[in-house]
């Protein structure tokens, strides 16, 4: 039999449904591919292979009672490690919360394990999603698969360099400004950001709540429309999760798309992206243009990115995001008193102000601090209305260009990110720089758009290049849809790199 | 709107913010947040007179409920990780006394 850890989840699901494989064989085979590839990705926090095996043998029992088992029967999956679980710890790779073991299990989660998934374990990321390397972890930073001297882009780091080493069929992360989207570019996989209000966000360690959003990472197109099919709903625990029938997104793949107007945003394609980046972009305009859609120029003013005569990049996207994401952060974070739980200081506080101040400083790290201290400040009297409220104001004129956008075309195909995987500590000393390696995900996170990164490619370095499909809010199947046309037309899909060949 | 932002300003900051700093924390600090905070002011450049403020991406709505009692956690799961209890308390030092 071949490498069951080489199919995709919907495959997997239907050869264990049919009983050519069983979930215990499957969990086995990535619980030993975890064995072999984690020393060299560190992708996990932690796995949990016992409780793996037993979720498993209750699939394979269901399935030999003639039970059907599931959308996801006997599926691996990891979760990101800011997914609330009552099993195993939920840390967010903060020191804050090294052993905080959660008191409820995420809505998402539970209706990937209702569905029949074994989760293989808990993946690294950016301290508290704060990051675009998964460097900024308060564990140790996650490797590249494809290089690992490279990063795996972040926040999600750990789930999209699991999926690509072949450490799990498919993965849960969060993208608050291009936190899933980013790392499955960097490790050459699909990954979903759905629309705001589409999957519950309850159990998912908040961060930038106007912005968070839960979605799969996944080897092809197919597992995404699988996956966000069976996280996506209505949940009375998330106010904000919205009353909407949720589609067959993976029977609307294979509805025609006769007539499909992709959009080329004008201010995407500038010096600052990466010209081998550009030109697998422009290659993907073509296979589109070849399957019969038609291209349209647009325009996002809004989202533009200036270069000075230095090089430096600016972009009001990236100062209105970051205005935004460290405001909700900063009051999120609040939360992290030493009292209720988390880290407290083991020095004696004379007073309750010591003990937060003391104990927080020991438990955050530097991106973590630095985001709380700039929120804080940019909501404090005096200075509330020429950053807050004017960062509100431009997300305004942000999301009126899409919509501009979208009278015009049914989808945007833009970059994920400006280059490929850059090196580790390449650019963790100069944190604006790291900033602006998000100047193409951060106005869908804005604008609370669905956006979806799949691979274009590599590199001449033997590097993913993503690219990444933009649709107007509620369009996931549009954007799946398209993101299928150009998989099936180019054949780019199911990358695999040289590590999981050893 | 460059804003220079000095050393005190930081520990200020730091204080609102409820974290300890060191003196090489607030020196990196200072050199950072200042760069951000310079970028930050690039949206001066855009004018926004009459442009209403977008706090979230999708039209939000009351969610009402019902006033009845549902599952909630019990004392002891409420208290399974407080680095201190005190019987079905959260125990942490005095909070009235001489702190401002």
Same mark, same amino acid.
């Given at each position: 039999?071949?490498?069951?850890?080489?199919?995709?989840?919907?495959?997997?699901?239907?050869r264990?449904?049919?009983?050519?494989?069983?979930?215990?064989?499957?969990?086995?085979?990535?619980?030993?591919?975890?064995?072999?590839?984690?020393?060299?990705?560190?992708?996990?926090?932690q796995?949990?292979?016992?409780?793996?095996?037993?979720?498993?043998?209750?699939?394979?029992?269901?399935?030999?009672?003639?039970?059907?088992?599931?959308?996801?029967?006997?599926?691996?999956?990891?979760?990101?490690?800011?997914?609330?679980?009552?099993?195993?710890?939920?840390?967010?790779?903060?020191?804050?919360?090294?052993?905080?073991?959660?008191?409820?299990?995420?809505?998402?989660?539970?209706?990937?394990?209702?569905?029949?998934?074994v989760?293989?374990?808990?993946?690294?990321?950016?301290?508290?999603?704060?990051?675009?390397?998964?460097?900024?972890?308060?564990?140790?930073?996650?490797?590249?698969p494809?290089?690992?001297?490279?990063?795996?882009?972040?926040?999600?780091?750990?789930?999209?360099?699991?999926?690509?080493?072949?450490?799990?069929?498919?993965?849960?992360?969060?993208?608050?400004?291009?936190?899933?989207?980013?790392p499955?570019?960097?490790?050459?996989?699909?990954?979903?950001?759905?629309?705001?209000?589409?999957?519950?966000?309850y159990?998912?360690?908040?961060?930038?709540?106007?912005?968070?959003?839960?979605?799969p990472?996944?080897?092809?197109?197919?597992?995404?429309?699988l996956?966000?099919?069976?996280?996506?709903?209505h949940?009375?625990?998330?106010?904000?999760?919205?009353?909407?029938?949720?589609?067959?997104?993976?029977?609307?793949?294979?509805a025609?798309?006769?007539?499909?107007?992709?959009?080329?945003?004008?201010?995407?394609?500038?010096?600052?992206?990466?010209?081998?980046?550009?030109?697998?972009?422009?290659?993907?305009?073509?296979?589109?243009?070849?399957?019969?859609?038609?291209?349209?120029?647009?325009?996002?003013?809004?989202?533009?990115?200036?270069?000075?005569?230095?090089?430096?990049?600016?972009?009001?996207?990236?100062?209105?995001?970051?205005?935004?994401?460290?405001?909700?952060?900063?009051?999120?974070?609040?939360?992290?008193?030493?009292?209720?739980?988390?880290?407290?200081?083991?020095?004696?506080?004379?007073?309750?102000?010591?003990?937060?101040?003391?104990?927080?400083?020991?438990?955050?790290?530097?991106?973590?601090?630095?985001?709380?201290?700039?929120?804080?400040?940019?909501?404090?009297?005096?200075?509330?209305?020429?950053?807050?409220?004017?960062?509100?104001?431009?997300?305004?004129?942000?999301?009126?260009?899409?919509?501009?956008?979208?009278?015009?075309?049914?989808?945007?195909?833009?970059?994920?990110?400006?280059?490929?995987?850059?090196?580790?500590?390449?650019?963790?000393?100069?944190?604006?720089?790291?900033?602006?390696?998000?100047?193409?995900?951060?106005?869908?996170?804005?604008?609370?758009?669905?956006?979806?990164?799949?691979p274009?490619?590599?590199?001449?370095?033997?590097?993913?290049?993503?690219?990444?499909?933009?649709?107007?809010?509620?369009?996931?199947?549009?954007?799946?849809?398209?993101?299928r046309?150009?998989?099936?037309?180019?054949?780019?899909?199911?990358?695999?790199?040289?590590?999981?060949?050893? | 709107?460059?804003?220079?932002?000095? $050393?005190?300003?930081?520990? @200020?900051? !730091? %204080? /609102?913010?409820?974290?300890?700093?060191?003196?090489? =924390?607030?020196?990196?600090?200072?050199?950072?947040? $200042?760069?951000?905070?310079? @970028?930050? !002011? %690039? /949206?001066?450049?855009?004018?926004?007179?009459?442009? =209403?403020?977008?706090?979230?991406?999708?039209?939000?709505?009351?969610?009402?409920?019902?006033?009845?009692?549902?599952?909630?956690?019990?004392?002891?799961?409420?208290?399974?990780?407080?680095?201190?209890?005190?019987?079905?308390?959260?125990?942490?030092?005095?909070?009235?006394?001489?702190?401002?």
């Amino acid at each position: 039999m071949s490498d069951l850890t080489e199919l995709t989840a919907l495959e997997l699901r239907e050869r264990i449904a049919a009983g050519e494989a069983g979930a215990e064989e499957a969990t086995r085979a990535y619980l030993g591919a975890i064995e072999r590839r984690e020393p060299a990705v560190a992708a996990y926090n932690q796995v949990l292979a016992d409780r793996a095996i037993e979720q498993a043998r209750a699939v394979d029992a269901r399935r030999a009672a003639g039970e059907a088992p599931g959308a996801l029967g006997g599926v691996p999956v990891a979760l990101k490690d800011n997914l609330c679980t009552t099993y195993g710890r939920t840390t967010c790779s903060s020191k804050i919360l090294a052993d905080f073991r959660a008191p409820y299990t995420a809505t998402a989660v539970a209706r990937l394990e209702q569905a029949g998934a074994v989760v293989l374990g808990k993946t690294n990321l950016d301290e508290f999603a704060m990051g675009s390397s998964t460097e900024n972890s308060g564990v140790a930073p996650t490797r590249n698969p494809w290089a690992t001297t490279r990063v795996p882009g972040g926040s999600s780091g750990g789930s999209a360099a699991a999926v690509a080493a072949r450490m799990c069929a498919a993965a849960l992360g969060s993208d608050t400004g291009g936190s899933i989207r980013q790392p499955a570019a960097f490790c050459g996989v699909v990954g979903l950001k759905p629309t705001y209000g589409r999957v519950s966000r309850y159990g998912l360690v908040a961060y930038g709540s106007s912005l968070d959003q839960i979605g799969p990472l996944t080897r092809d197109v197919s597992d995404a429309a699988l996956l966000t099919g069976v996280i996506a709903g209505h949940d009375r625990r998330d106010s904000t999760s919205v009353p909407r029938d949720v589609p067959d997104y993976l029977a609307a793949l294979d509805a025609p798309s006769d007539g499909l107007r992709v959009g080329l945003p004008a201010e995407f394609y500038s010096e600052a992206l990466d010209p081998e980046i550009h030109q697998a972009i422009h290659h993907a305009a073509g296979v589109y243009e070849n399957a019969g859609a038609e291209i349209v120029d647009v325009t996002l003013p809004h989202s533009r990115i200036d270069v000075d005569d230095d090089g430096a990049l600016s972009s009001y996207a990236v100062a209105c995001y970051y205005i935004v994401a460290m405001a909700e952060a900063s009051s999120n974070l609040a939360r992290y008193d030493a009292a209720h739980y988390g880290h407290r200081t083991a020095e004696t506080c004379g007073d309750i102000v010591e003990l937060y101040s003391r104990s927080r400083a020991e438990g955050f790290g530097a991106e973590v601090k630095r985001r709380i201290m700039l929120g804080t400040y940019t909501l404090s009297a005096g200075y509330y209305d020429a950053y807050y409220d004017k960062a509100l104001k431009v997300r305004r004129l942000i999301k009126n260009d899409f919509d501009a956008a979208f009278e015009r075309c049914d989808v945007l195909l833009c970059p994920v990110s400006p280059t490929t995987a850059f090196r580790l500590g390449e650019k963790i000393a100069d944190p604006l720089t790291m900033y602006l390696a998000d100047i193409y995900t951060i106005s869908v996170n804005l604008a609370g758009l669905p956006g979806l990164s799949l691979p274009a490619g590599l590199s001449r370095d033997g590097l993913p290049i993503g690219m990444q499909l933009v649709g107007p809010v509620f369009h996931e199947e549009t954007v799946l849809r398209a993101a299928r046309l150009y998989e099936q037309a180019s054949g780019v899909t199911r990358l695999a790199p040289a590590l999981v060949q050893a | 709107m460059s804003q220079t932002i000095d $050393a005190d300003r930081v520990r @200020h900051i !730091g %204080k /609102l913010s409820r974290i300890e700093l060191s003196d090489e =924390e607030v020196r990196t600090f200072r050199r950072q947040l $200042a760069a951000i905070l310079e @970028h930050f !002011g %690039k /949206l001066q450049e855009l004018d926004t007179e009459g442009v =209403e403020p977008m706090a979230h991406a999708v039209e939000l709505h009351n969610v009402l409920a019902d006033d009845e009692p549902g599952e909630s956690l019990s004392p002891d799961e409420a208290l399974a990780n407080a680095p201190a209890r005190d019987g079905d308390f959260f125990r942490v030092p005095k909070v009235i006394g001489d702190s401002q």
